[in-house]
């Protein structure tokens, strides 16, 4: 479904990738993991057209995507939730997920926002209430369903445990697991690595702005210098 090969980007004068190489096939959990700053989420802006790619393939669909802009992406249904959730806060939820469907057609919309409210009922009691007042664990649920609104079928989840309380984080992995069981292809971009490989079927491990480690999520939670590198053991 995606197919990424040798793709480069930076700010400035300053390389952030420096040549990564990925896939994620329809139906699969994908996690791409790494500690701060290893170029995550330049991955995910160049993915999604908001840092241009200064080399390298992307390939989605068979649609060549490495120049393409942001809204040619959602589109073509590569659906990034953004990092620090993104939601508009002096919106009601239900205008914020009505925005997520902003490159569909208005035909089909209530019923679209009535089954992200089947997924997060949670949203539908605040549907009314600014999304700025919402708590951490809401807007995150808020910023994922306003991707599932523009009718994913990769959705790239860019730290969605980033500042939850522990049992937040468990219910947000929980969450995510439905929704990939329902079909949907998800690349999950996490520092948190042990429930990150619990629930991806495969791996990417990112460090300055290369992959250096990939392969199934079973193995590469007994391997023994991950476990060195981020788990500390
Ligand atoms: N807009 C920008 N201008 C200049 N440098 C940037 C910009 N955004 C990110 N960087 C730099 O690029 C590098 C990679 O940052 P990036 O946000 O991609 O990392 P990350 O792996 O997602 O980290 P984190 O998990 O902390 O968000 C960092 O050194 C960062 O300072």
Redesign the pocket.
Same mark, same amino acid.
């Given at each position: 479904m995606l197919e990424v090969r040798d793709l480069r980007a930076g700010?400035g004068g300053?390389e !952030?990738l420096r040549g990564v190489s990925l896939d994620v096939n329809a139906g699969e959990v994908v996690a791409v993991l @790494?500690s701060? @700053? !290893? @170029?995550? +989420? +330049?991955l995910n802006k160049v993915l999604s057209g908001v840092v241009p790619a200064t080399s390298g393939t992307i390939r989605f669909n068979g649609a060549a995507l490495e120049h393409a802009a942001a809204p040619e992406i959602v589109t073509a249904g590569l659906i990034h939730v953004p990092?620090g959730r993104k939601i508009f806060p002096n919106l009601s939820v239900r205008e914020n997920l009505e925005l997520g469907a902003y490159c569909r057609p208005r035909r089909g919309r209530a019923a679209k926002v009535d089954q992200v409210y089947e997924i997060f009922p949670k949203l539908k009691q605040r549907a009314r209430q600014y999304a700025g007042t919402l708590s951490g664990g809401e807007q995150q649920m808020l910023a994922i369903g306003r991707g599932l609104m523009g009718e994913p079928k990769l959705l790239i989840l860019d730290?969605p445990s980033l500042g939850l309380s522990p049992l937040m984080v468990e219910e947000m992995f929980a969450l995510i697991a439905r929704l990939a069981a329902s079909g949907l292809a998800i690349m999950l971009v996490e520092?948190n690595v042990v429930q990150s490989l619990e629930l991806a079927g495969r791996a990417y491990i990112m460090e300055n702005g290369f992959i250096t480690l990939s392969g199934q999520a079973s193995e590469l939670k007994s391997n023994a210098e991950l476990k060195r590198a981020y788990l500390g053991l």
């Open positions: 700010y300053t !952030v @790494g701060n @700053g !290893v @170029g995550k +989420t +330049t990092e730290e520092q």
